[in-house]
């Protein structure tokens, strides 16, 4: 099976920059998308097609890509983007949709 | 503004099927530029998708759960459901249904548009 493997926490302080990553084999050829999921609420799009942002969110959100990792990072962290945060693509078919394990950020 | 909204029976018994079905408003499921899609989320567990269908009832599952799931459209009533047979306890999760982008061949996208959830729970 495919797997995304993302870090299962990540923890800032308030205006510090976080970065989550997002690892597996097709991310090269295939987009990577990032989820904010607050206790709960359903997920919310933050980044689509490695680096856009959907319109409503913030531009601290941006989103990278290099080689099989891709990143999301939340420049100037506020105490409201203490979330859960998931990776999410496809296999190299396109068409087995996969989830990353999900990454809590904590805001210190 | 497109809103998605999940429903269905919140307890099922081990070994029946659960049921749930999605009702699309402001917008049509007709639509050719996007599938729609199911995932779970067990409780305090991550995400897991379930499968995609587009209007045309090209349907791609999880190769975990193909053997279990049907997804099926109504484009008369803009609903999808999904059904799931044989369940068990680690069939309890919240079931969210969600509007998916796709691309040429097909390549299934992102989810931008999620129901609220509905909490489904196997238990006897």
């Known amino acids: 099976s495919y797997e995304l493997t993302q870090p299962p926490s990540v923890s800032v302080s308030p205006g510090q920059t976080a970065r989550i990553t997002c690892s597996a084999d097709?991310?090269?050829?295939?987009?990577a998308y990032w989820y904010q999921q607050k206790p709960g609420q359903a997920p919310v799009l933050v980044i689509y097609?490695?680096?856009e942002r959907p319109s409503g969110i913030p531009e601290r959100f941006s989103g990278s890509s290099s080689g099989t990792t891709v990143t999301l990072t939340i420049s100037g962290v506020q105490a409201e983007d203490e979330a859960d945060y998931y990776c999410q693509s496809a296999d190299s078919s396109g068409t087995y949709v996969v989830f990353g394990g999900g990454t809590k950020l904590t805001v210190l | 503004q497109l809103q998605l909204q999940e429903s269905g029976p919140g307890l099922v018994k081990p070994s029946e099927t659960l049921s749930l079905t999605c009702t699309v408003s402001?917008?049509?499921?007709?639509?050719?530029?996007?599938?729609w899609g199911w995932i779970r989320q067990p409780p305090g567990k991550g995400l897991e998708w379930i499968g995609s269908?587009?209007?045309?009832?090209?349907?791609y599952y999880n190769p975990s759960l193909k053997s279990r799931v049907t997804i099926s459209v109504d484009t008369s009533k803009n609903q999808f459901s999904l059904k799931l047979s044989s369940v068990t306890a680690a069939d309890t999760a919240v079931y969210y249904c969600a509007r998916q982008d796709y691309g040429d061949y097909p390549i299934l996208y992102y989810f931008d548009y999620w129901g609220q959830g509905t909490l489904v729970t196997v238990s006897s």
């Open positions: 402001g917008g049509s499921i007709s639509s050719s530029s996007y599938y």
């Open positions: 097609k490695d680096i």
């Open positions: 269908i587009s209007y045309s009832v090209s349907t």
């Open positions: 097709a991310l090269p050829k295939q987009y």
